[in-house]
């Protein structure tokens, strides 16, 4: 992490860079304020020290058939191996957010790895997003993400006996396709995406799932998730989905103004972080 402090006539102004602390910084500056510089010096290595998020990401790079794929990779503390968590963008790209996510798993003791499945572009519209993930081919996407399984499984700082993924909006379309696509995946976590209705596809999940959905998205509405479901157990495959009556697409992102649950999203990534700790965590 770089931070840069710098004193003027208007107060402290702090910059962090290279990490998501950034999203809290200015919550805390006004209370650093007027504080001589060497008590403010001992403040920013307290809040940097507690801070709940997990060190800055690596740039990775990995072969996926004859190209090369991108993610950031997010480690946790203490020693290995540890259970890894492959994190799947939403149509945006690897935006804050997503990264926000990845940290917040590493926080809580996993490798992760957010893939840019863009090549490095991210959406900062609807219409480039749309454009994007129109453009993105569906075979290359899966195929980085078996990738991705592929590099952390080699990894002497991972178990590869405890690798999951997890995806919102497209990407837990992807989620869902990694699942059938990759058969040491233990376990995948899908956030109102789209979802395999052929059995001969849904026979070849492994995974343990969880689903979480809003019952008024259009796109995945309740009787596509519920035949989904209905088909897993069928098959004798665990799953476990939840549809949130209220709530409709992309509910847990705090950047979708109209359409964020704060207490629905809330018990979504409790599901989560509890659903991973019982599947990957020994």
């Known amino acids: 992490m770089n931070i840069f402090v710098d004193m003027d006539v208007r107060g402290t102004c702090l910059l962090f860079s290279g990490s998501a602390i950034s999203t809290h910084c200015m919550h805390f500056i006004f209370f650093l304020m007027g504080f001589p510089m060497k008590r403010l010096f001992l403040l920013v290595l307290l809040f ?6 997990a060190a800055t990401p690596q740039k990775v790079s990995f072969p996926s058939g004859e190209e090369q794929a991108s993610a950031l990779l997010y480690l946790p503390s203490g020693p290995g191996p540890h259970p890894a968590i492959v994190v799947i963008q939403e149509w945006w790209g690897v935006n804050d957010w997503i990264k926000e996510q990845a940290s917040r798993f590493a926080d809580q003791g996993f490798v992760a790895l957010a893939v840019d499945l863009y090549r490095g ?3 900062t519209d609807s219409d480039m997003a749309h454009e994007l993930s129109r453009g993105l081919p569906q075979d290359r996407g899966v195929r980085d993400l078996v990738a991705a399984v592929q590099f952390l499984s080699e990894r002497s700082d991972v178990d590869p006996a405890r690798i999951g993924a997890v995806g919102w909006c497209m990407g837990g379309g992807y989620a869902a ?3 059938v696509a990759e058969p040491k995946l233990r376990a995948v976590a899908i ?3 789209a979802l395999p209705t052929d059995k001969a596809a849904l026979s070849r999940i492994h995974a343990a799932v969880l ?3 809003g ?3 259009r ?10 479901a209905g088909s897993m157990k069928n098959l004798g495959k665990p799953v476990d989905v939840k549809i949130y009556p209220d709530a409709g697409h992309a509910f847990e992102n705090p950047n979708n103004t109209q359409g964020y649950k704060p207490e629905d999203a809330k018990d979504a990534q409790q599901r989560i972080q509890h659903f991973f700790a019982q599947t990957l965590k020994p």
Do not use: E, H, R, T
């Not at 796109?219 to 989904?228: E, H, L, M, R, T």
């Open 48 to 53: 940097v020290s507690v801070s709940g998020f």
């Open 121 to 123: 572009q991210v959406a």
């Open 177 to 179: 396709q990694l699942a």
């Open 191 to 193: 956030n109102y995406g």
């Open 211 to 213: 689903g979480n959905f």
């Open 215 to 217: 019952g008024l998205d």
């Open 219 to 228: 796109g995945i509405p309740p009787a596509d998730v519920n035949a989904f």
